[in-house]
């Protein structure tokens, strides 16, 4: 797969904007192009420090981080109008940038003539846009409102126009600040099934929010970006639950005391120290060292808060027999032991099923399965029971978890272990179902048939 | 330096969009609408007819009637004065455009220097109409050197745009630039030969020649005077000092714009 953005030790700095800098920020933006150039360190600001990485071609970005991490400065460095103080930066393809909400729109005048400018302004010429531009305002849903000074358009309106004439421009890369979270629930919907189809083209999204649902939603890999340098780069669930896990701890809501007495008990825990969520290689059974992530880049297995901890994760038959090679079809019960080091009132039990190449097959919790946690003390065994697993054989692996409803996690295991599939009857993809064929007279076959009916 | 040059032309329907935006604008709301663009040139030449014939009556050999001879170099000054005026302060203006959008900043100056060409050339009938009323009076005013008038724009065009560009850039940097440029305009409109005929300084040496030689503007009037006014081909001290201008100050301008153009983000 080629890259499409490639960032390579990436700084930014920005002057501080005191008086008598004028003439010496003059004679360094003439003369070095920049700014910052002829001025002390003490006088700039660093907005991004030694940011590196890579985002495929055909793939979704996500860059999260609060307020000030340096988010905005390096979508704007991607879209070509700052330039790296230092480092590299390269982007291949065509590039339309949502930056900011409503910006590069003129307030007094009509939406149809912020199209045509927005669209000139993307590249597009005269006639490209004449084209195009029953599909932009249809897309938007603001036909009726499309001759109304934009001055007269709410937020939402604003973001639709603007996301409608950037994906109808035929980008090969979309970079996104935040501003999608303004649509409806209808819109948003729109948006994701076009930017869906935008990826299967083979183009690239980079979100930038700090809207954790959107990044999740959306992404393929994910940036966290804390004071302008880049603290965690990874799969969307991890880099989300550190960063839930590090913006609690910020707001003072991280169970000091339950974290020190958990740490003590247990060397290398989920600690929730670093926000970083160390490995701990549960599948052989040991705790390793805090911070040693087996398989050097490899992601961690374990993170959590540590409020509440599974101790053990079992499948039993119908017998209560622990068993992991499985009868597809057969009775099955997911054991769950966990314990609670502090009392909890918020708190949703849920499994993951996947393939060795990470398919979700299925996924399931307390919450979605509509219970609302009330109490949660001391140990416990929670059972899920599927009266008959169908699966198709093969091997699978199952991630284990609880955490709070909004998504906080206390513990949680990612492909905490496996269990495999056999079958007498054979079929392709990772679900089994009861079927059955049915013919009539005019479809014959040869003796002895197929198997046509499975149970 | 061709950098700023090549988005320009990359851009060119941005522009076009742009400054048909800027004029339609400009009379939004208004009755009358484009017809301002004829009516005020109208009402200024019968204004300056009323007082330079009834009024005062200046005497400047060669400037007969002298209203005309006023009107030939005041309208292609008064694109020179607003587009500057409007051209400096048009990045600063649009900053909120140039920090939050990818934009092509250079456009901006060139939409207003593109604007108020058109507006003058909207004035041109005007002139046109009482060059012709003062050659049935008997004047020696116009002839078919008028034709080249579109060179003389075409010359123009890269000089203002070029110093144009220049200064909306240096405006970024200090935002003193735009008042110095309007008050140098002011200025520069009694060292310019609009109201007096160049020869009329024929008595002050230095002062003639700093401002045949210095103005980048003096061989354009005098140009349009003599296509226009005089019916004469200007001289070929005149074309050299048009070409030589448009070429040095566009050059510098779009180095000057390219060089900041990376900062101007940050900047503005």
């Keep these: ?455 | 330096m061709t950098k700023v040059a090549d988005r320009l032309f990359r851009f060119r329907g941005l522009l076009a969009t742009l400054v048909s935006r800027e004029l339609k604008a400009r009379y939004r709301g208004s009755v009358l609408g484009f017809f301002w663009s004829l009516v005020t040139p109208l009402l200024l030449l019968g204004v300056y007819t009323f007082v330079f014939s009834v009024v005062f009556k200046p005497r400047f050999p060669g400037s007969d009637p002298y209203v005309l001879f006023l009107m030939t170099g005041l309208f292609p000054w008064t694109w020179v004065a607003t587009s500057l005026m409007e051209g400096t302060n048009s990045l600063t203006a649009n900053a909120g455009l140039i920090r939050k959008a990818v934009f092509p900043a250079e456009v901006l100056p060139m939409v207003s220097v593109l604007s108020n060409l058109v507006h003058f050339l909207f004035a041109i009938p005007i002139l046109v109409g009482g060059l012709i009323l003062g050659r049935s009076l008997g004047y020696p005013v116009g002839g078919w050197e008028a034709i080249l008038f579109p060179a003389i724009v075409a010359l123009q065009l890269p000089a203002l745009g070029g110093l144009t560009l220049g200064l909306s850039a240096l405006n970024v940097h200090f935002k003193d630039v735009k008042d110095i440029v309007g008050n140098l305009l002011a200025l520069l409109f009694y060292l310019t030969p609009i109201i007096y005929p160049l020869g009329f300084l024929k008595g002050y040496k230095p002062l003639l020649w700093a401002i045949e030689w210095l103005n980048p503007f003096t061989p354009f009037a005098r140009a349009y005077q003599a296509v226009l006014f005089h019916g004469a081909l200007p001289g070929a001290q005149i074309w050299i000092q048009m070409v030589s201008w448009a070429a040095v100050l566009w050059l510098v301008g779009c180095w000057l714009f390219g060089r900041l153009s990376d900062s101007l983000v940050e900047a503005v």
């Design chain 1, 1 to 455: 797969m080629s890259v499409a953005i490639r960032v390579e030790n990436l700084h930014k700095s920005y002057l501080r904007m005191a008086p008598g800098f004028r003439l010496r920020t003059l004679k360094s933006a003439l003369l070095q192009r920049s700014l910052v150039g002829g001025h002390k360190e003490e006088d700039t600001i660093l907005a991004l420090e030694d940011v590196s990485f890579e985002v495929e071609k055909g793939t979704a970005f996500g860059v999260i981080g609060s307020n000030g991490s340096g988010k905005s400065t390096l979508l704007k460095i991607l879209a070509g109008m700052l330039q790296p103080t230092e480092g590299r930066v390269e982007v291949s393809g065509r590039v339309a940038a949502l930056i900011e909400l409503g910006a590069g729109f003129h307030p007094e005048i009509s939406g149809r003539e912020n199209v045509y400018i927005n669209g000139a302004v993307l590249g597009l010429t005269r006639k490209e846009i004449d084209r195009r531009y029953d599909d932009i305002v249809e897309f938007s849903g603001l036909t009726d409102f499309i001759e109304e000074p934009v001055k007269n358009y709410s937020s939402g309106m604003y973001v639709r126009l603007g996301f409608s004439v950037a994906i109808h421009t035929d980008p090969e890369i979309l970079l996104v600040d935040e501003v999608l979270a303004v649509g409806d629930e209808a819109f948003q919907h729109r948006c994701l099934r076009r930017i869906e189809e935008f990826l299967a083209k083979g183009n690239t999204l980079l979100l930038v929010s700090h809207s954790l649902d959107t990044i999740e939603r959306f992404s393929d890999e994910v940036l966290w970006l804390e004071k302008g340098r880049d603290r965690l780069l990874g799969s969307p669930r991890r880099v989300a639950d550190a960063y839930r896990l590090a913006v609690a701890e910020r707001e003072g809501q991280a169970h000091l005391a339950a974290k020190e007495a958990r740490q003590k008990e247990l060397q290398g825990g989920p600690g929730a120290e670093s926000g970083e969520a160390p490995d701990v290689d549960v599948a052989s059974g040991g705790k390793s060292p805090e911070g040693v992530e087996a398989g050097g880049s490899e992601e961690p297995r374990r993170w959590g808060s540590g409020e509440a901890e599974i101790q053990g994760v079992r499948l039993v038959d119908s017998n209560g027999e622990e068993k992991y090679n499985l009868e597809s079809g057969e009775e099955v019960c997911f054991e769950i032991d966990v314990e609670a080091h502090q009392e909890l009132s918020d708190f949703v039990f849920g499994i993951g099923v996947f393939t060795p190449r990470d398919v979700e097959v299925w996924g399931i919790n307390t919450g979605l399965s509509g219970y609302a946690s009330e109490g949660l003390k001391g140990k416990t065994r929670v059972r899920l029971v599927c009266p008959a697993l169908r699966l198709a054989p093969g091997e699978y692996l199952i991630d284990v978890a609880v955490h709070a409803r909004d998504g906080y996690p206390y513990d949680y295991h990612r492909r905490f272990l496996s269990f495999s599939m056999v079958s007498s009857s054979r079929g392709v993809g990772v679900y089994f179902p009861r079927y059955r064929w049915e013919f009539d007279e005019a479809v014959r076959w040869k003796p002895p048939s197929q198997d046509t009916e499975q149970d």
